[in-house]
């Protein structure tokens, strides 16, 4: 039951991490400067990751081949800011709030929750 809550308690804090930007271009800012979203496609990408769609999804949407969205994808799961769910026979990118709030985090000075 404690884990639960403590789990919990985290998400919270998470959110309350997001909404305390001015904006979401501030976290787009954020994640260029450091070299994350070097494209407007990577930028337009990376707002389509919400969970549901699947990477052939947001390769149609964005209009680049479907390897071009998994290898950007894979980018960002192995700097761990999102996790891929397979669903079926296709794969569905989830962000990882956590790592998101301890990179603003780090960049505005501020520190890391645990």
Do not use: C, H, W
Not at 12 to 40: R, V
Not at 84 to 108: C, D, H, L, M, S
């Amino acid at each position: 039951m404690n884990d639960d809550i403590l789990a919990e308690l985290k998400k919270i804090s998470s959110y309350l991490a997001l909404m305390s930007l001015n904006s979401a271009s501030e976290l787009i800012t954020i994640l260029k400067n450091i070299g994350i979203l070097t494209t407007k496609r990577r930028v337009d990408m990376f707002l389509l990751i919400d969970g549901n769609r699947t990477t052939s999804e947001i390769a149609k949407l964005i209009g680049i081949s479907e390897r071009g969205a998994q290898l950007f994808i894979k980018e960002l799961a192995d700097r761990q800011l999102v996790n891929v769910e397979k669903r079926g026979n296709a794969f569905v990118p989830v962000k990882n709030y956590e790592k998101v709030i301890e990179i603003i985090q780090t960049t505005k000075g501020g520190e890391k929750t645990s």
